[in-house]
């Protein structure tokens, strides 16, 4: 948890598929192998049990594949196999389909603007937290329809709830307390008011029947919202300040970054590739699947370690290295198939917009490295801290 990276090599070399008898679950580490179960979508693999399954979900055996939960209380819709879990994630998609994202750039520069205008006369600051960390709470909430003075309170919520504690790991599908709050009054307002401009989220969401005929409670409306609370919250402000170190350490690849606006999108991939902070998601597999000659039976578990296939060498040379204009040609740092990131154009769009306007404004700047800090974590190992100084010389 502290750093997996060598675990991740060996267990790409010597054991791509792991097996951990007290989890009952298989560990896939290669991009390869990754890259092929989630393109299986004839419910071989499903969420049943959650995309982040708790530790103590996944200390339990299962004897055969694992049903969809009940209805109600409805858990987070990625715990079901389609046609729910599709109409359940089409209510929340609206806005980030690529027209709809497109048109959220200008808001974006001008939120980045804002934070540079406060930022730069300190002169010292987080750059995770206080720059990218406020930006992207900011589209959440206008997403959402909070009040953008939530912004900071929300990207602290955010953050205290990804902090996996060794043995406790994460969990997305139960609802957590902190996150309610926020997200439950949205669906009581509207449901008393429905004037107003539009909502598309929630109104999707109030107004959708499940297959019983019966509609979302208040609370499990706000629990389909998790997905884009936290996606949208904590990591893309990790990847903009972990791929602004990296650039600030090579003067000569920040240079050719520097040369040219257009030079900005090819660095975002590698940033992605080198700095997506999410490790593994894991699927309950429901029909056998063969794989390096081991039958993985139904009601056993897959992890796929996301973080581990952006660093094999088998697909990226030189994994360790950054390259700003490295050649991509696939990528699983948005995850493939059925649960393909939600918000994949809007990260893009956000990490672009606020590396740019960095560039445009700050002339130079230096990380404190030895104040820079990563908890170690099982799932989002990203650095939640890393302070910067953008005073210049003289
Ligand atoms: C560069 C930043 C981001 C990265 C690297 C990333 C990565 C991922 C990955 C790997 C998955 C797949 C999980 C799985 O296979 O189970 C995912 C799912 C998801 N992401 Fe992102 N994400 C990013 C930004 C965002 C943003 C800005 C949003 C805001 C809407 C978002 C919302 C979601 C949601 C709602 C899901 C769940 C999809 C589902 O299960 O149907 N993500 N993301």
Request: glycine share 6%; charged share 25%; aromatic share 8%.
């Amino acid at each position: 948890m502290t750093d997996p990276l060598p675990f991740y090599r060996t267990l790409r070399d010597e054991h791509p598929l792991y097996y951990v008898a007290e989890l009952d679950t298989y560990v896939l580490s290669r991009f390869a192998d990754i890259w092929e179960v989630l393109a299986v979508d004839d419910g071989t693999f499903v969420a049943s049990e959650g995309t982040l399954p708790a530790a103590s979900v996944l200390a339990g055996q299962n004897s055969g594949p694992v049903p969809d939960p009940p209805l109600h209380p409805m858990p987070f819709h990625a715990n079901f196999d389609s046609p729910i879990y599709d109409d359940v994630r089409r209510c929340t998609s609206a806005p980030f389909r690529p027209r709809k994202v497109t048109d959220l750039a200008d808001r974006i520069r001008a939120l980045a603007n804002q934070r540079l205008d406060e930022l730069l006369p300190r002169g010292t600051f987080d750059l995770t937290q206080d720059y990218g960390g406020i930006v992207a709470a900011s589209v959440v909430c206008d997403v959402l329809g909070l009040p953008v003075d939530l912004a900071p309170d929300v990207l602290a919520t955010v953050n205290a709830g990804s902090m996996a504690r060794p043995g406790d790991g994460v969990e997305v599908a139960n609802a957590r307390p902190g996150y309610l709050e926020y997200l439950v009054p949205i669906v009581a307002r509207r449901r008393a008011d429905r004037s107003g401009g539009a909502s598309p989220i929630v109104d999707s969401l109030i107004d959708h029947v499940l297959p019983d005929g019966t509609a979302f409670t208040d609370v499990e409306a706000a629990t389909q919202m998790l997905g884009v609370f936290i996606g949208g919250t904590e990591t893309v402000p990790k990847i903009v300040a972990h791929g602004l170190w990296e650039l600030s350490r090579r003067p000569d690849q920040l240079a050719a970054v520097r040369a040219d606006e257009f030079n900005v999108r090819k660095a975002r991939e590698e940033m992605i590739r080198f700095c997506a902070p999410a490790q593994w998601f894991a699927r309950t597999v429901r029909k056998p699947y063969t794989l390096h000659g081991v039958t993985i039976e139904p009601g056993q578990r897959i992890i796929t370690l996301l973080a581990s296939a952006n660093r094999d060498e088998r697909e990226y040379p030189d994994p360790e290295e950054f390259i700003w204009d490295r050649r991509i040609e696939r990528s699983l740092a948005f995850g493939r198939g059925q649960h393909f990131c939600l918000g994949v154009h809007l990260a893009r769009l956000e990490i672009s917009i606020m590396v740019e306007e960095w560039l445009k404004r700050v002339a130079e700047y230096r990380i404190d490295e030895q104040a820079a800090w990563r908890p170690p974590s099982s799932f989002q190992w990203g650095w939640n801290s890393v302070p910067v100084d953008t005073r210049t010389k003289g």
